[in-house]
């Protein structure tokens, strides 16, 4: 046993394998334990594929292929054997899936076609009944993207192309309306000339069939007559043709119809790039026709009403935009897309978007890393940063007013909603994405997923226009279990016996490191003889302090390719980054309000300070005065900080995210609002066990299951230890 432990931490320290107490993991294949259960992706129902919609608003742009066939199952579900339909529902989804795994691509009305086929639809008259009533219960269509290295890019043009297509339509509306209307300024000046009211004129505006009832000559002596000549001044005319040339020459926003294509001549800008530097050349070298166009809407806003006043307005207008325009104009231009790849990232071109940052200038800047890992600058080894991306989001997050949202790509889709935000941005907007396209033979769905579960890659976004401080701007609720250093998770697995083992263990940024094979020196394979009582998991490590010395080594379970459980011992060096991983979480968790620390100090002073007054008066002179030592009334923040949680389960509504994992588990016992917000709308409905699962579930670890309310419900004491964790 000594021999063991003496290996183990040999290890541990020094990562030399002494010779038959390890397995080498480098050419292993191995994966973290809790990946047991996603080695297909394609029989599991979640967030991805998605299908992307280009009609209907923002939000309905973006589904997800299980959410749109829930909602054709819902749709049909009145309409009998709903179990049947159901299954064929669940075998098509999949083969939509396998069809993406194989590189074929398309809208979903085509993959829809040929997985059908693949399953053999044609031969089986219930299947191809049941997919008939759900294909027309089926309401949209649109590219399906599944979660690899292309969806980032793919997804954020597609829902910035949406909002620019709502845009253009209401500028299109605007800017036509403007040019009719000045062109009738024309046209009912010119009606009023000579020229305008010369026999040939009215001839030509009588139609053939009626040209003999009329004497055109008489009748245009009688208009000139009747009709009052004052010509337009000559600067207006010139001004209200100006306007309509720069109104018809803009190149912002292109032609809705071939009809409108007369009315706008220019041929129309790109707006999407993949380097800055050549979207700040474009927009430097567009200002001016920006500034033009701004202007020539503004002051054809006041022509069309008749209120234009040289006097007032020429000296006005002459400066227009001289010191560039406000948020307010550049609103009606459409936003720059750049999608940048964070390992192209050149110093010049990380130092450009900070100056369109500075510039104020209506980016939106997609920065997408695919590889967590860099080599160290001093060494051969790997270390996980992604230090670019890091640098980016936490300098634009420092000027205080630009949108900032970093996610992994597993996470957009539930992101959805921020991310929309964030392309409506009035201002620049930077979006740091995780594709977790970095490990061979692991998708990227995974990686991105568990960078974002070892908080690698945490999630949050900050937002200068949801309010004026800290609290209202910045958010990490997308992140599982916020109130933890490390989420938890249940791992039920069987022993060498055969019997059912149940762990609460937390996945660590150990874990991720498990799943790329450049950090396997950082791991050593126990053979199972050799487990001994020292293997201790790393988050127990990991929660104590660094010097702390005990004689236990700190292990992660993994599983290789047939699901057997396997031990490793992490080496020091790995277990100090999970360390100064926690302490990013931690600053991240203080931005976010959790376990704010200035919070905590004032908590802390204030109860030190109400014990202190609330302590009984034993002076002589306080009791000879008769004064009570009754005690002050406690400070509310103090009052806050020794109330205790209540024994009853609660949801912190407010922060629901609608995810429906609790709604699922029991929707007797866990139920929404009119906002669709979750809430425990009968405590006694379920078990306690559903209350410990539901808060488990929950990625934003909103439940609190409170104490059970059976005590002969079995295994309590289990699920006590569990919900420990969500108190
Ligand atoms: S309370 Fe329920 S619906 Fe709301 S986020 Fe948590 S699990 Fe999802």
Redesign the pocket.
């Known amino acids: 046993m000594q021999v063991e432990l003496q290996a183990h931490i040999a290890f541990h320290l020094t990562g030399r394998l002494p010779q038959g107490a390890f397995d080498a993991t480098a050419q292993s294949d191995l994966r973290p334990a809790f990946f047991a259960g996603y080695r297909d992706l394609t029989a599991l129902r979640y967030d991805f594929p998605l299908v992307l919609v280009r009609a209907g608003d923002n939000r309905q742009s973006v589904q997800s292929l299980s959410g749109l066939i829930d909602d054709a199952l819902r749709e049909i579900a009145a309409s009998g054997n709903e179990e049947r339909v159901r299954k064929h529902a669940i075998r098509l989804e999949r083969e939509i899936r396998k069809l993406l795994t194989e590189g074929v691509a398309g809208p979903l009305s085509e993959l829809w076609d040929i997985a059908a086929g693949r399953i053999g639809a044609k031969a089986d008259q219930l299947l191809s009944d049941s997919l008939s009533r759900l294909r027309g219960a089926l309401t949209r269509d649109g590219e399906v993207v599944d979660c690899d290295m292309a969806m980032p890019f793919r997804l954020f043009q597609h829902l910035w192309q949406v909002t620019q297509d709502r845009k253009a339509r209401k500028f299109r509306a605007d800017i036509n309306t403007l040019i009719m209307k000045l062109s009738d300024i024309l046209n009912a000046e010119f009606g009023r000339s000579k020229e305008g009211l010369s026999s040939e004129r009215l001839r030509a505006s009588v139609g053939t069939a009626h040209q003999g009832a009329f004497d055109f000559d008489a009748m245009s002596r009688l208009l000139a007559g009747s009709t009052p000549n004052v010509p337009m001044p000559e600067s207006r005319r010139r001004r209200v043709r100006g306007l309509l040339s720069t109104l018809r020459a803009q190149r912002f926003f292109s032609p809705a119809s071939d009809s409108e294509k007369g009315i706008n001549v220019g041929e129309p800008y790109s707006f999407v790039f993949e380097k800055c530097s050549d979207a700040v050349a474009a927009y430097r070298e567009r200002l001016p026709k920006m500034i033009e166009l701004a202007k020539a809407i503004a002051v054809a806003r006041l022509e069309v009403h008749g209120e234009y006043s040289e006097g007032r307005h020429d000296a006005f207008f002459g400066e227009f935009g001289d010191n560039g325009l406000d948020p307010e104009d550049l609103a009606l231009f459409p936003d720059y897309l750049i999608c940048l790849h964070a390992a192209d990232l050149a110093a010049t071109e990380s130092d450009l978007i900070l100056q369109i940052f500075v510039a104020d200038m209506p980016a939106k800047i997609v920065v997408q890393t695919d590889d967590l890992l860099e080599q160290s600058p001093i060494g051969s080894e790997y270390m996980i940063s992604g230090l670019r991306s890091r640098q980016l989001v936490s300098t634009s997050i420092g000027f205080g007013a630009h949108y900032v949202l970093q996610s992994s790509s597993s996470n957009l889709f539930r992101l959805r909603d921020q991310v929309i935000r964030g392309i409506s941005y009035l201002g620049p907007a930077l979006f740091s994405v995780f594709s977790g396209a970095s490990v061979a033979g692991i998708r990227p769905y995974l990686i991105a997923a568990a960078a974002a579960e070892s908080r690698a890659f945490p999630a949050f976004t900050y937002d200068p226009s949801a309010g004026p401080d800290w609290a209202s701007r910045f958010s990490l609720y997308a992140n599982s279990q916020i109130n933890l250093d490390w989420p938890q998770q249940r791992l039920d697995y069987e022993d060498e016996e055969q019997q059912l083992v149940s762990e609460t263990l937390a996945f660590t940024l150990a874990d991720f490191a498990a799943c790329d094979p450049r950090c396997a020196k950082h791991f050593a394979k126990v053979p199972r003889a050799k487990w001994t009582a020292d293997l201790a998991p790393v988050s127990e490590f990991l929660a104590r302090e660094p010097n702390d010395v005990v004689e236990k080594v700190p292990c992660l379970l993994m599983v290789d390719s047939d699901n057997r459980l396997q031990k490793v011992v992490v080496s020091n060096k790995l277990v100090r980054e999970a360390r100064r991983c926690a302490d990013a979480w931690r600053s991240l968790q203080e931005l976010g309000g959790v376990h704010n620390s200035h919070a905590a100090l004032l908590v802390e002073r204030e109860r030190k300070a109400w014990a202190e007054q609330a302590r009984p008066a034993t002076a002589p002179e306080r009791k000879e005065s008769g004064a009570t030592a009754e005690a002050p009334a406690a400070p509310a923040a103090a009052e806050a900080a020794t109330e205790r949680p209540s024994d009853d389960p609660y949801?912190e509504t407010a922060r629901?995210?609608?995810?429906?994992?609790?709604?699922q588990i029991n929707d007797k016992m866990?139920g929404y609002d009119a906002n669709k917000?979750?809430s425990i709308i009968n405590p006694d409905a379920g078990t306690y066990r559903q209350l410990v699962e539901?808060a488990e579930?929950?990625?934003?670890s909103?439940?609190h299951p409170g104490k059970p309310r059976n005590p002969n419900e079995p295994g309590l004491d289990e699920l006590i230890k569990r919900a420990e964790s969500f108190l």
Do not use: Y
């Open positions: 949801i629901c995210t609608s995810c429906n994992e609790c709604t866990f917000q979750a539901a579930s929950c990625q934003v909103i439940i």
